[in-house]
Each structure stands twice: as structure tokens, then as C-alpha cells.
């Protein structure tokens, strides 16, 4: 890494480090909201980046695993030592179930992973007595582990920053793999790697799995920032946002999502404040970046299978071979 | 008794499910375009419809405006925008749900967050006696029948004219009849317009009994998106049976199970597409 | 009696109404260097998919090492030793040269499923890499993007994936199509210098190639197998002269 980047890096620590104080609760909750949608952006970007898959469901992951940690905490009284895991485990049993949309390929696949996260949702809103329908669950408490309570919004600012950065070192173990190699390699050519020996059907199937046990771990980190949950955060636009914030950032990169969900976020919050209208922005914004920016900050989006952009690469393959 | 009256709530919901998702199915099958904001249409048609039946107190006038308004809006976005995406489905997703989402908030804007009804004409009001003890309300019964002649119109269309046969010959192979010379680009458009009117067209007839408001858009969408899994990407056959059962499951579910309706409906859809992932009639492509 | 490397009896392919492939019932012995030659929409192509299991045949039997696998789904035919090549290259084209190796490589072994220690970490895999690429000539382009390759490179690339799995049988579609004279040649001493144990198919449509690397040459024509010989018995033989008039 060049000595630039490793300043950048040092500079970056230092004003994430000092940001609630520097510039404030706003700002602080901000930074959050990016580190939490870009964990769900990056969930989506493991299917859409490395594997070739559209998948726009995940927004199921992320609220049935928030839903879930509030129930047993509001409702049932369990600590976070419980409700926590429990989260996570709840997403991960729907994307074993979800998972088996993989047997569809192409447009009809995008569509099933719409159709199923339209199901959770409706389960939201409809099923009332349990999931408080579009009242939501409120009062959900600060994370407290034995000795450690969360006592505010900043102190679950740093936990956040650490659980995100052990999330992103664990993705990154697991994209430099030879199961994330496998399925860059499905993602080029389904053909070549049935004839090399791959059980594509079920790399697949563990790659959604693991993507919505992200998505899941993702949902656990909102509750306890948002401390409220209601069917909107399973509905249909914030999985497009997701999937938006990877292609605005660029696909099948680490940093990408999280730049697609600050650029995402910090836009939406500008233009909210200023008009009503932000679903047009919203809206203007998709439009904007398929037909203008496609190769957004850090990537290329050429094809339905992108491919990733790994500057260690480029720089190899401009010397001389 | 209820049985009676929840079947004919399903077909008169299929027969609304058709007029949007046959369409919407057709632009796939020939354009391979998949429209995103096919739901905002309706929508925005019925609205359309709404002001135009506000303004001349004349339904069929609506129907008409709903229709042809779409059909123009369609024009503008399709060779500004949706034509720029080639067959890349992830961009057309993205770049239609944007649509979807600027109609949808435009719309907001225009006429409101109530959820409104479109007036309709004196005769359709009123129950209609199908047998003895079974009323039924005149309006559904009617869009019954008018999902029915539609079917059949688009039907003989499809199977008995040459127009029928180039649609159904695009639909299998674009580039053979490229080849054989005929203006495919015009295909395409009679294709679109057909589908934007009638996106347009349901709006104004669903606006009449289901309401319009926002997130209606979607909820719709969401049907017709079923419709076309289960009843196959391109097939007309397929949206026809589809939104039968698509209709028929979501009457049922929402009598019998209401917690539980999408689950009822994407349940069989999931189990389909366990063993067709095509659907029931679409083809591998 | 030793069994075949690979038998098929009475394999039919069609396609609607076109029959691809028509009762062809073939046996190549193990080590055995066998080409098929047949002019355009012969079935030959056809006739791998079946085998290495892209398509299912419609009727007919095949038999990899005394297996029977007519219904075996495809990867688990390369686990018992099935190796293939396109005609129109299929490598992996947003990859590194060095990474579409590695594909290879851990195809048939289980690190595939290794998902918590990096790749660079497996020093085994990275020699026995390096040793592949070095055998097609490749090592100097290992770090480069496939799409920087020429079309030359990307058919020696399209071989290397396939030795590197190291088969037991080996098919060839067309492995020099397209390429230059020097292309061809270093292509042919590559396969020419493969070790005995293992069996090569080859379709091949340049008859110099066909004629000095084939044991044994099948001749496929309208999906029907026509004839089959030794190289000069093929080389004399009338009907095949008139079936690829101009070509021999």
C-alpha cells in the first residue's frame, strides 16, 4: 500500500474517530446510517458483483432480522446476548428458505427475489398482531452485553464502527477465497465451471445464503441504531436502494458500497431537507446513474455480469509482462 | 353462497390482472424489455382518467384518456430512456423502477395522498342478480366481461392474423424475422403502444372499484409480476391462465387467510418454479 | 478385458425435428489418440456435449472408464476424469490468466468450498499453476487480465484449463481454429507431447494436425458415423474424399 494511501487511511481513522464531536449528532447518525446500509449494500454486491446474480429481496434479510431482535427485546424482555444472535439466525433460516430461488436464472430470477421480498413485507404489514403492522416495534433498547451497556447514540457509534470493520475483514477474508474465486468464476462463465468440476447450483446456493446471513448481521446493527422497525424497511425500494448504492460505488469492490451508500444518503438527506419531493430524486438519481454512470466511483457496470476492478491488477498489468 | 361471490371477486380481479400483465408480458417476449414501472402506468392512467371524468363527467371519455396519455408518456420514455438500456435487464430494473418512482411522486403531488375513486358511469352501479339469492355488484361483473371480449380480441389477433403471426414469430426468434426483412421496429411499437394503453386503460377500469393511491402502483405490479412468472415471460396463453389463478388465489387468501394473502399467492409461485423455472408456459432463453 | 476410456453406444441427439446425432457407437481405448473429423454440422460437436454432459442425449448410452453416465450431470463427470475444450473459447474473461488456472486447479478438489483463508495462501496450488502455465506458454502473462490477452493466447489459455484439472480423457474442440501457422504448431507439440495414459479426442478440422496426431480417426458426416481407420486408411478412403471434397 503507498504511503499516500496509508495518510489517507491514518486521516480517515482520526476524523471517524473524533466525527460525533467534530461535527456533531447529525452528522454522527449519518455516518452510521452509511456504515449500516453499506453492510446491506454489501451483502447485495456478494451476489451481484462476485456470483453475477440480481438479487432484490434483501431488504427481507435485513428487516426480518431487525423484526426479530426487536420482538424478543420489546416483547419477550431477552438481552441482547440473545436477541442479537437470534436476529442474525432468523435471517439466515429465510435465506436458506429464499435461497432456493437460485434454481431460476436471468430476468426470472430478479423477478422471484422481487415477488419474495414482497411476501416478507406483506407479512409485516398484514400478520398485525404480531409484527405490530404499520405501527412497527418501538422502545427497543440500547445493546447491553453483561458489563458493556450502550448508554448512547454516540458510545454505539464506535461499537458500530468496530462491528462494521470486523464485518468488512471478514468479507474480505472471504471474497480473497477459494470460494469467492469460484464464484467471480461462475460469474463469467456458468459453462466453463460446470466443465471444470463446480456444483454451480449449490455454490449459488451458499453464496445467497451467505449473502443474506450479511444482510441479516446488517439488520441486527439497525435495530439497535434505529431502535424501531416497521414494514417499510422491508419494502421493495430500500433493496433497489441497495442495489443502487453498489452500482453508484462500484461492483464487486470492498470500498464501493460503502461509497454508493454515502453518496446515497448524503444526497437523500441534502435534498429532504430542502423539498418533499425526494422520491423524484430518488428516482432521478437511478435513472441518472444507469444511463450516465455506470461504471460508478470504483467499477465498471458493462454487462448483467460485472466484473471487478481490483487496481492491484491494472497496475500489474500495465508493466511490462 | 360466499364461495359464489369470492370466485367472481378472483376472475374479475384476473380479468383486471390481464388487461395489465398481457402487455407487460408481450413487451418481454418480443423487446426483451422488462418494464419496472408498468405499475406506475396504471396508475398514472387512472389518474389521468380521474380528471378527465372530473372535467366531462364522461367515463368512456376516461378510458380513452387513460389510455392514449400512457400511450404517449410510454413514447417519450421509451426512446429517451428504456431504449438506452439494450437487453441489460439490471439496467432496465433500475432505470424503471426510477420511473416508477418519479411518476409515482409526480402523481403524489397532482392528486394527492387519498386514496381516490374514479366515478363510474350510472348503469355499471348497482347489484346484478346471476341467480337466485347471488347479487353481485354490476361494475366487477361488467369488467368480467370486458376482460373476456379483450382476451378473445387479443386472442384471435395473436393466433389469426399475420400481425399475430409476426408478434408470435418475433416472440420466438427477433433476429429470424429480422432477417426475413420486415420492419421489426414497428412490430415493437405497435407492441408498446398496445401494452401502454392497456396499462393505462386497467388503471381507469381498476381506479372505478380498487381506488387509486399511492402504493397501488406496486401492490398491482406485484400480481402482474406473478402472472407473467407463473404464466411465462412472452406467452399470452400464460397471462391468461395466470391471471386467473393469480386472481382466484388472491380472493381466496384474502377471505380465508388476510395475514397470510402474499404468502398464499407467492407460495404456489415458489413451488412452480421449484420445477418449471420458466413458469407454466415460457421457454428457456 | 480392460474397459474403455470411453464407449458410446447407439447415441441420438435431435432437436426438433434435426438429427444431430444419429446412432453413432464408438470405443477409444485408454491412451488412445483419436480424432473425429466430419464437415460442418456433422454432429461432432454435438456428440462432446453429450458426453462431457452439456446436453442429455436423447437415446443411447455412454461409458466414461466402464461408468456408465449417460444421466451423470456434467461436473461430476470431470471428477472422474473428464477433461473438454470449446471451439469458441470459453475462459473466463474478467479474471487474471493466473486466477482462470486456479479455477482449474481446485476444480475436482474440495478447497473449492475453502471460504476463510485466502487463496494465496494455498502454496500448492500457486506451483502447480505456475507448472501449467508454464506448459502452454503462458507464465509471463499470469497476472494479466484475460481481455488483454490476443485470440492465439486465449486458445492456449482455452487448452491450459482443461490439462490443468489433469484429466484422465481428454476432448479437443477444435483446439487450433483460428490460429496462425506457428499458433498451430505450438498447440500440436503441446498435445503431442501429453503423456500416453492419457486419452485424447480431438475434432479437428485441419487434416495435417488431424492425420499426424490420430491412433485412430472416426468419420462423422449428417451425424452418422461413416467410417473409421487408421489416418491412411481414412486419407484413400473414396467416400471420405467426397464428403470433404476440397478440404483433404
Same mark, same amino acid.
Given at each position: 500500500m503507498a504511503t499516500r494511501n496509508l495518510i489517507l487511511l491514518l486521516a480517515g481513522v482520526v476524523f471517524a474517530l473524533f466525527a460525533p464531536q467534530l461535527l456533531g449528532a447529525f452528522w454522527a447518525s449519518l455516518i452510521m446510517q452509511i456504515l449500516i446500509f453499506g453492510v446491506l449494500a454489501l451483502s447485495v454486491d456478494l451476489l451481484l458483483g462476485h456470483t453475477g446474480m440480481f438479487s432484490l429481496c434483501h431488504a427481507a434479510f435485513f428487516a426480518v432480522a431487525a423484526y426479530t431482535t426487536a420482538i424478543l427485546q420489546v416483547?419477550? %424482555?431477552?438481552?441482547t446476548i440473545l436477541a442479537a444472535p437470534a436476529g442474525i439466525l432468523v435471517g439466515c433460516l429465510l435465506s436458506l428458505i429464499y435461497g432456493l430461488a437460485v434454481r431460476t436464472s436471468g430476468v426470472y430470477f430478479i423477478l422471484v427475489t422481487i415477488a419474495m421480498g414482497y411476501i416478507l413485507w406483506g407479512v409485516a404489514v398484514r400478520w398485525g398482531s404480531f409484527t405490530g403492522g404499520d405501527n412497527g416495534i418501538g422502545n427497543v433498547p440500547f445493546p447491553a452485553i453483561g458489563p458493556l451497556k450502550v448508554t448512547s447514540l454516540t458510545a454505539y457509534y464506535y461499537i458500530l464502527w468496530i462491528l462494521v470493520g470486523l464485518g468488512v475483514l471478514g468479507y474480505r477474508l472471504l471474497i480473497q477465497s477459494p470460494f469467492g474465486l469460484t464464484l467471480r468464476g461462475i460469474r463469467d462463465s456458468e459453462s466453463r465451471m460446470r466443465a471444470l468440476g463446480y456444483n454451480v447450483g449449490r455454490h449459488k446456493y451458499a453464496a445467497f445464503v451467505l449473502s443474506g446471513c450479511i444482510a441479516s448481521f446488517a439488520g441486527v446493527l439497525y435495530i439497535y441504531f434505529n431502535r424501531f422497525i416497521s414494514p417499510a424497511t422491508a419494502a421493495f425500494p430500500i433493496s433497489v436502494e441497495a442495489a443502487l448504492m453498489v452500482i453508484i460505488g462500484g461492483v %464487486?469492490?470492498?470500498?464501493g458500497p460503502f461509497i454508493g451508500s454515502a453518496v446515497f444518503l448524503i444526497m437523500r438527506n441534502y435534498v429532504s431537507a430542502y423539498m418533499d419531493q425526494w422520491m423524484t430524486i430518488t428516482g432521478l438519481v437511478f435513472i441518472a446513474t444507469v444511463l450516465w454512470a455506470p461504471n460508478g466511483f470504483l467499477g465498471l457496470l458493462k454487462k448483467y455480469r460485472t466484473r471487478p476492478q481490483d487496481p492491484k491488477h491494472r497496475a500489474e498489468a500495465g508493466k511490462t509482462g | 353462497m360466499n364461495w359464489a361471490i369470492q370466485t367472481l371477486n378472483g376472475i374479475s380481479m384476473g380479468a383486471l390482472l390481464f388487461l395489465l400483465s398481457s402487455g407487460f408480458t408481450l413487451t418481454f417476449g418480443l423487446a426483451r424489455v422488462v418494464n419496472m414501472a408498468h405499475g406506475a402506468l396504471y396508475l398514472l392512467g387512472g389518474y389521468l382518467g380521474l380528471s378527465m371524468v372530473l372535467a366531462t363527467k364522461n367515463f368512456w371519455l376516461a378510458l380513452l384518456a387513460g389510455g392514449f396519455g400512457i400511450v404517449i408518456l410510454y413514447y417519450f420514455l421509451d426512446r429517451f430512456l428504456i431504449r438506452r438500456t439494450g437487453e441489460n435487464h439490471l439496467s432496465q430494473v433500475l432505470l424503471t423502477v426510477g420511473i416508477a418512482f418519479v411518476i409515482a411522486d409526480i402523481a403524489l403531488l397532482i392528486w394527492g395522498g387519498d386514496a381516490r375513486r374514479l366515478p363510474a358511469p350510472a348503469f355499471t352501479q348497482g347489484p346484478i342478480q346471476l341467480a337466485a339469492g347471488l347479487y353481485y355488484p354490476r361494475y366487477r361483473f361488467l369488467l368480467i366481461l370486458f376482460g373476456v371480449i379483450v382476451g378473445v380480441f387479443l386472442w384471435i389477433i395473436y393466433k389469426k392474423t399475420q400481425i399475430g403471426a409476426l408478434v408470435r414469430a418475433g416472440v420466438d426468434d427477433r433476429e429470424m424475422v429480422s432477417a426475413m426483412g420486415i420492419n421489426i421496429n414497428r412490430l415493437f411499437a405497435l407492441v408498446f403502444a398496445l401494452a401502454a394503453f392497456l396499462a393505462g386503460l386497467s388503471g381507469v377500469a381498476g381506479g372505478a372499484f380498487l381506488t387509486l393511491y399511492p402504493g397501488a402502483e406496486w401492490e398491482i405490479l406485484v400480481l402482474a409480476l406473478v402472472v407473467v412468472i407463473v404464466g411465462g415471460l412472452g406467452s399470452l396463453g400464460g397471462a391468461m391462465v395466470g391471471s386467473l389463478v393469480v386472481g382466484l388465489i388472491d380472493a381466496y387468501g384474502r377471505w380465508l387467510l388476510p395475514e397470510f394473502s402474499y404468502f398464499v399467492i407467492f407460495g404456489p409461485m415458489a413451488v412452480l418454479l421449484l420445477f418449471r423455472p420458466t413458469g407454466l408456459f415460457g421457454r428457456k432463453n | 478385458m480392460e474397459s474403455h476410456a470411453v464407449e458410446i453406444t447407439e447415441l441420438t441427439k435431435t432437436f426438433g425435428g434435426v438429427h444431430a446425432v444419429e446412432k453413432v457407437s464408438l470405443q477409444v481405448p485408454i491412451g488412445q489418440r483419436r480424432v473425429l473429423i466430419g464437415p460442418n454440422g456433422a454432429g461432432k460437436t454435438t456428440l462432446f456435449n453429450c458426453v462431457t454432459g452439456s446436453l442429455p442425449p436423447t437415446s443411447g448410452r455412454i461409458f466414461l472408464f466402464g461408468k456408465e453416465v449417460t444421466h451423470l450431470a456434467e461436473h461430476l463427470r470431470t471428477a472422474m476424469g473428464l477433461g473438454r475444450t470449446y471451439q469458441i473459447t470459453n475462459v473466463f474473461p474478467d479474471l487474471t490468466v493466473l486466477e482462470n488456472i486456479i479455477l482449474s486447479i481446485q476444480g /475436482? /478438489?474440495? =478447497? =473449492?468450498? $475453502?471460504? &476463510?483463508?485466502? $487463496?494465496?495462501?494455498?502454496p500448492e496450488i500457486l506451483d502447480r499453476a505456475a507448472a501449467e502455465l508454464e506448459r502452454v506458454g503462458l507464465k509471463h502473462r499470469?497476472?494479466?487480465? $484475460? &481481455?488483454?490477452?490476443s485470440y492465439g493466447e486465449r486458445r492456449q489459455l482455452e487448452l491450459a484449463l482443461a490439462l490443468a484439472s489433469r484429466p484422465r480423457a481428454l476432448f479437443l474442440d477444435e483446439p487450433c481454429s483460428g490460429l496462425s501457422p506457428s499458433e498451430r504448431q505450438r498447440i500440436f507439440n503441446i498435445i503431442t507431447q501429453l503423456p500416453r495414459d492419457i486419452t485424447i479426442v480431438c475434432i479437428e478440422h485441419d487434416m495435417q494436425v488431424a492425420l499426424g496426431l490420430a491412433d485412430q480417426v472416426s468419420v462423422l458426416h449428417r451425424g452418422r458415423l461413416i467410417l473409421e481407420g487408421t489416418p491412411d486408411e481414412v486419407k484413400l478412403n473414396p467416400e471420405v474424399r467426397e464428403v470433404y471434397l476440397g478440404k483433404v
Open positions: 416483547r419477550y %424482555g431477552q438481552p %464487486g469492490t470492498i470500498l | - | /475436482t /478438489t474440495r =478447497k =473449492k468450498w $475453502v471460504l &476463510h483463508r485466502p $487463496v494465496k495462501s494455498f499470469q497476472a494479466d487480465s $484475460v &481481455h488483454l490477452l
